[in-house]
């Protein structure tokens, strides 16, 4: 990863190991939805951008949401938080569901798009669709930074709002915490529940750099 573009997308000098985050809530009902009409919709994602304190988070808030909201959907003025000792500007803006037919809009910064395979089997993927450079590009204010970073820590819950139980088989990714590998046993997701899969530091790396990354795969009606 090239610090230098990470520290320009941060936009701020930035303690180490504090990463940016990205945290989503998948309805599974809506990817069945897409999968069945072919319309994309949206839905809110989370953005989080490290900050060195709360005062500097308070004093470029506001700069830091326009600047976004020149590339991606913005909803509300931003917050800013503090979580697990660090300090984050804390942004919603959303994540399109399509279908892998579908065109991607031109407008955000992230899609999950729903792809189905051999057997009625449908694999997830997480879009970043403008690389870090780009992102960088549009939010640097000049400021640089010093310190290692980790990749961006992308959290996707999905919420089974089906009609009935569903096996999930994801990739190499955390599940709920744990480390799951490509080929290891699918999570049965009963209806009404979720599970969060958190992406590794290489799977994020590489989501970064404006990869499709498939995340899960499972058998979804639609």
Do not use: W
């Amino acid at each position: 990863m090239n610090i230098r573009t990470i520290a320009a997308f941060l936009a701020l000098p930035l303690l180490a190991a504090c990463a940016p985050q990205v945290e989503t809530t998948i309805h599974l009902a809506d990817v069945e939805k897409v999968l069945a009409d072919g319309a994309a919709l949206e839905t809110p994602a989370i953005l989080r951008v490290p900050q060195p304190s709360e005062d500097d988070c308070q004093a470029g808030l506001a700069a830091l949401v326009e600047k976004l909201g020149a590339i991606a959907p913005v909803a509300g003025k931003g917050q800013c938080v503090s979580r697990d000792g660090d300090e984050f500007a804390e942004i919603e803006t959303a994540v399109q569901i399509v279908g892998s037919d579908a065109a991607i809009g031109a407008t955000g910064l992230f899609a999950l798009v729903a792809s189905r395979g051999d057997g009625g089997s449908v694999s997830l993927s997480l879009h970043v669709l403008k690389p870090v450079d780009d992102i960088a590009g549009a939010l640097a204010s000049g400021d640089g930074v010093s310190t290692d970073m980790d990749p961006t820590r992308f959290v996707i819950r999905l919420d089974n709002d089906t009609a009935g139980p569903l096996d999930v088989a994801p990739g190499e990714v955390f599940v709920d915490g744990q480390p799951h590998l490509a080929d290891g046993a699918a999570v049965t997701l009963a209806r009404k529940a979720q599970i969060e899969i958190r992406f590794s530091d290489v799977a994020a790396a590489y989501a970064e750099q404006g990869n499709h990354y498939t995340f899960a795969s499972l058998a979804l009606s639609g």
